[in-house]
């Protein structure tokens, strides 16, 4: 009697939950920073995460003057404003978060973006 409460608890101990961060659990191991270029890596993300707000047409309304469409938009802007664009999109202490309203990118987009940000943000 006393072995089948034992195994009973032991049971009940070793399936109870936790909470990990799928990040953690799972890092991003398809995450190409090699070969990161403007038209197949960041501005996807653009797209579907920031031209919403900020592109042409908006950006005075709801993006806070802040057009990063067309391209050449975002180069100009990146050029005086790169620091603040990374501590915008990662979340950091002091900045405001963007997307406004959204979640954080994926670790892999931030890594992307700041890889081809670091090379230059070609246009490729």
Same mark, same amino acid.
């Given at each position: 009697?006393?072995?089948? =409460? %034992? =195994?009973?608890? *032991?049971?009940?101990? $070793?399936s109870s939950c @936790? @909470? #990990?961060?799928?990040e953690e659990l @799972?890092? +991003?191991? &398809?995450? #190409? ?5 403007? &038209? ?18 908006? %950006? ?6 802040? %057009?990063?469409? +067309? @391209?050449? &938009?975002?180069?100009?802007? *990146? ?6 664009? *990374?501590? %915008? =999109?990662?979340?950091? !202490?002091?900045?405001? +978060? ?6 954080? *990118?994926? #670790?892999?987009? $931030? ?5 081809? =940000?670091? !090379?230059?943000? +070609?246009? &490729?």
């Open positions: 009697m006393k072995g089948g =409460i %034992a =195994i009973g608890f *032991l049971l009940v101990f $070793l @936790y @909470y #990990d961060k799928a @799972y890092p +991003p191991g &398809n995450c #190409d920073t090699l070969t990161v270029g403007w &038209n197949s890596s960041v501005k996807p993300v653009l797209q579907s995460k920031c031209y919403g707000c900020h592109n042409a047409a908006s %950006a005075n309304v709801s993006g806070a003057g802040i %057009a990063l469409e +067309p @391209y050449s &938009n975002l180069q100009s802007y *990146l050029n005086s404003n790169a620091n603040r664009f *990374l501590g %915008a =999109i990662e979340h950091g !202490s002091g900045y405001s +978060p963007m997307p406004k309203g959204g979640g954080k *990118l994926s #670790d892999c987009e $931030l890594l992307q973006i700041n890889q081809w =940000i670091a !090379s230059g943000y +070609p246009e &490729n």
